[in-house]
């Protein structure tokens, strides 16, 4: 299996940007989709976006679609999370999840590897 680590999060105020990471440990990504989730306290886990395994098909949650950007690097066993125009409503752990499959998911019970996270913070 692949093992996930995220990167990238940190404070930022509203309308700025910040680009989150997701590497796997192994060699290759070849034939993973991937996921980001976000979860804030006391809220349940929300879906953000999701992408093939060869980056061509992509889906994203109507709260951040014209505003985050997710793609992968499939040489560098990457996936990212180009986020803009940030709102503090966008505050929360973001974390990214895989599992095997071509076809893109906004389920979370679709990926059964999970990262870490990676906090993100967006002030007013």
């Known amino acids: 299996q692949v093992q996930l680590v995220e990167s990238g999060g940190g404070l930022v105020q509203a309308g700025g940007s910040l680009r989150l990471s997701c590497a796997a440990s192994?060699?290759?990504?070849?034939?993973?989709?991937v996921g980001w989730f976000r979860q804030a306290p006391g809220k349940e886990r929300e879906f953000v976006a999701a992408i093939s395994w060869s980056g061509s098909g992509t889906y994203y949650a109507d709260s951040v679609k014209g505003r985050f950007t997710i793609s992968r690097d499939n040489d560098k066993n990457t996936v990212y999370l180009q986020m803009n125009s940030l709102k503090p409503e966008d505050t929360a752990v973001y974390f990214c999840?895989?599992?095997?499959?071509?076809?893109?998911?906004?389920?979370?019970?679709?990926?059964?590897?999970w990262g870490q996270g990676t906090q993100v913070t967006v002030s007013t």
């Open positions: 192994g060699r290759t990504f070849s034939m993973y989709r």
């Open positions: 999840a895989a599992d095997r499959g071509l076809i893109l998911s906004a389920r979370g019970s679709a990926y059964g590897t």
